[in-house]
T-cell receptor
Framework: ETGVTQTPRHLVMGMTNKKSLKCEQH?????MYWYKQSAKKPLELMFV???????ENNSVPSRFSPECPNSSHLFLHLHTLQPEDSALYLC????????????????FGDGTRLSIL | KQEVTQIPAALSVPEGENLVLNCSFT??????LQWFRQDPGKGLTSLLL?????REQTSGRLNASLDKSSGRSTLYIAASQPGDSATYLC???????????FGTGTRLLVSP
């Protein structure tokens, strides 16, 4: 099993559709993340979950709804998206320790390429 | 607000050359700085992570340095190979050590 798996790899949807992105990590980590990567723009952090609890929402519109049922799985529910939401959505995980432990690297999946018609 | 800049945006070199990629950040109060590699259509692979108390990290042909006072980090790639062709991203972590702020990357092409 690869470390972080994202499905589907590609998704095309209309603006009125509802779909979900799935992320699963097999690394035993306790923190998971959603990022958005748009063309010509830096990666943007969207959400952070620690021990299944959301600890960061980076002012993301409510049409994106994350869900973290356990430390290994993370979903991003999509509803009534806009054309500007077309992007590569990346999931990552890491082991969150005490801040004195220093930071552990985040491990990324290959992403879901989302296209909004 | 932290801003991360990477120069150059693209770089093309012949195989065997040593090269340096640059990353600058505006807020020096960082917890760490990470370098990633991204291949086309793929996610990110962590290459090196430098804690704020460290000056450099090395892994194989890669060496990353950190100078917080000047707000700079460099990634040195020795004896470049065609397989090194990818986009290289740096990311700084400060406001909350899990929050990474990314640069837009340097797209590297190493030709045989």
């Amino acid at each position: 099993e690869t470390g972080v798996t994202q499905t589907p790899r590609h998704l095309v949807m209309g603006m009125t559709n509802k779909k979900s992105l799935k992320c699963e990590q097999h690394l035993g980590h306790n923190a998971m993340y959603w990022y958005k990567q748009s063309a010509k723009k830096p990666l943007e952090l969207m959400f952070v979950y620690n021990f299944k609890e959301q600890t960061e929402n980076n002012s993301v519109p409510s049409r994106f709804s994350p869900e973290c049922p356990n430390s290994s799985h993370l979903f991003l529910h999509l509803h009534t998206l806009q054309p500007e939401d077309s992007a590569l959505y990346l999931c990552a995980s890491s082991q969150r320790g005490d801040i004195r432990d220093g930071n552990q690297p985040q491990h990324f999946g290959d992403g879901t390429r989302l296209s909004i018609l | 607000k932290q801003e991360v800049t990477q120069i150059p945006a693209a770089l093309s070199v012949p195989e065997g050359e040593n090269l340096v990629l640059n990353c600058s950040f505006t807020d020096s109060a960082i917890y760490n700085l990470q370098w990633f590699r991204q291949d086309p259509g793929k996610g990110l692979t962590s290459l090196l992570l430098i804690q704020s108390s460290q000056r450099e990290q090395t892994s194989g042909r890669l060496n990353a340095s950190l100078d917080k006072s000047s707000g700079r980090s460099t990634l040195y790639i020795a004896a470049s190979q065609p397989g090194d062709s990818a986009t290289y991203l740096c990311a700084a972590s400060n406001t909350g050590f899990q929050k990474l702020v990314f640069g837009t990357g340097t797209r590297l092409l190493v030709s045989p």
